[in-house]
T-cell receptor
Framework: SAVISQKPSRDICQRGTSLTIQCQVD?????MFWYRQQPGQSLTLIAT?????????ESGFVIDKFPISRPNLTFSTLTVSNMSPEDSSIYLC?????????FGPGTRLTVL | QKEVEQNSGPLSVPEGAIASLNCTYS??????FFWYRQYSGKSPELIMS????GDKEDGRFTAQLNKASQYVSLLIRDSQPSDSATYLC??????????????FGRGTQLTVWP
């Protein structure tokens, strides 16, 4: 199984600022994803992080708000831009093998 | 629109009972189906996957899939207090050699009381 780490584990930010979340995997993986879990809610897919090309965003999510980088097969970043209190969530990265998707520990973001 | 619906619960069962969790999905093109368990404050962990119609058993867990009815369920036998968690149904629509995007239901909160 893949071991995934995320930084930071939590942060408290002021509205209007941006935060970049890092996701590191201990092995090379083809597929990486970013999810959001709002308080008391389930997971919502934000985008697929594509190595060497632009991320693929799900409906309701845009690159200007959630820019994603994927410079190699073990690392990705998600930036939450121009934050508002509605962005307070847990942000999780995940990676896929053939038939399993593993989740990182998450980044708990609070926007004041 | 890819939708995944779960009986929202909460579901409360006594220790030793069978817990039944249900999930329906909107798209007949769905490829594979998963049940994740999420303890409070933790990230989801995979407990069952199922790809074909019928039942799949793994220890105390049985997943059931009926593609014609677009329905997938999870049974937990001999429920234990340690099973108390939120159970998330997830569906994959992508075709490919590597598991693609997952779409999740809202989750069912299960409490097993001693």
């Amino acid at each position: 199984s893949a071991v995934i780490s995320q930084k930071p584990s939590r942060d408290i930010c002021q509205r209007g600022t941006s935060l970049t979340i890092q996701c590191q995997v201990d092995s090379q993986v083809t597929m990486m994803f970013w999810y959001r879990q709002q308080p008391g809610q389930s997971l919502t897919l934000i985008a697929t992080a594509n190595q060497g090309s632009e991320a693929t965003y799900e409906s309701g999510f845009v690159i200007d708000k959630f820019p994603i980088s994927r410079p190699n097969l073990t690392f990705s970043t998600l930036t939450v831009s121009n934050m508002s209190p509605e962005d307070s969530s847990i942000y999780l990265c995940s990676v896929s093998s053939t038939d399993t998707q593993y989740f990182g520990p998450g980044t708990r973001l609070t926007v004041l | 629109q890819k939708e995944v619906e779960q009986n929202s619960g909460p579901l409360s069962v006594p220790e030793g009972a069978i817990a039944s969790l249900n999930c329906t999905y909107s798209d007949r093109g769905s490829q594979s189906f998963f049940w994740y368990r999420q303890y409070s404050g933790k990230s989801p962990e995979l407990i069952m996957s199922i790809y074909s119609n019928g039942d799949k058993e793994d220890g105390r867990f049985t997943a059931q899939l009926n593609k014609a009815s677009q329905y997938v369920s999870l049974l937990i036998r001999d429920s234990q207090p340690s099973d108390s968690a939120t159970y998330l149904c997830a569906v994959n629509w992508d075709r490919g050699s590597t598991l693609g995007r997952l779409y999740f239901g809202r989750g069912t909160q299960l409490t097993v009381w001693p």
